[in-house]
């Protein structure tokens, strides 16, 4: 279980950081080969996809993306 969990974190940090790059990009004129699709039915629409895809990216690197390591350390008395 830990390790789809380690992947649906690392699946998120991907999506949000597409969903980035793709904004930044279509300031410019372009676009993210993977996500060409996201302007297929407007401009509008486009957006709202790549916000989707930054928002829902980010709750799951939240969600799952964080490591147990934190809890490992211990204060030795």
């Known amino acids: 279980m830990e390790h789809i969990t ?3 974190g690392k699946g998120g940090l991907l999506l949000a950081a597409l969903g980035i790059m793709s904004i930044v990009l279509s300031v ?4 993210v080969r993977i ?6 039915w407007g401009n509008t629409t486009g ?5 989707l895809l930054i928002v829902g990216g980010g709750a799951l690197f939240l969600i799952f993306g964080r ?3 934190d809890e490992d350390y211990s204060i030795d008395e």
Do not use: C, P, Q
Request: proline fraction near 0%.
């Open 35 to 40: 996500l060409a699709w996201v302007d297929a």
């Open 6 to 8: 380690s992947k649906l």
């Open 47 to 51: 957006w709202i996809i790549r916000i």
């Open 67 to 69: 490591d147990d390591e």
């Open 28 to 31: 410019f004129n372009y676009n």
